[in-house]
Nanobody
Framework: QVQLVESGGGLVQPGGSLRLSCAASGTIRFVYDMGWYRQAPGKRRELVALISPAGNTKFAESVEGRFVISRANVANTVYLQMNSLKPEDTAVYYC??????????????WGQGTQVTVSS
């Protein structure tokens, strides 16, 4: 059974920084793209950032230049460094990963979500 466990959310003032982490565990043969989505109250879940195994990245326009995504392939972990945070970044952040497990099938997995609140 593959699981994604997130950590690092919390309350931060506008202009501050937070770092989210997400570790995949279980029987894993290969981890493909990893990334983060977020969902604010009353809004649809939206892509924040993605990173390929080779380190190629994709960002939402709203976070480009402020957020950095990285990964540690050996540890099956993805990170999201969030800088210059704005109140509109407030949301539940979800980690996601495309993983080939023990059955050799490629499936999408999601974390439980971590709350990020940007407020003074």
């Amino acid at each position: 059974q593959v699981q994604l466990v997130e950590s690092g959310g919390g309350l931060v003032q506008p202009g501050g920084s937070l770092r989210l982490s997400c570790a995949a565990s279980g029987t894993i043969r290969f981890v493909y793209d990893m990334g983060w989505y977020r969902q604010a109250p009353g809004k649809r879940r939206e892509l924040v950032a993605l990173i390929s195994p080779a380190g190629n990245t994709k960002f939402a326009e709203s976070v480009e230049g402020r957020f950095v995504i990285s990964r540690a392939n050996v540890a099956n972990t993805v990170y999201l460094q969030m800088n210059s945070l704005k109140p509109e970044d407030t949301a539940v952040y979800y980690c996601t990963a495309e993983i080939k497990g023990s059955d050799n099938a490629k499936n999408d997995y999601w974390g439980q979500g971590t709350q990020v609140t940007v407020s003074s």
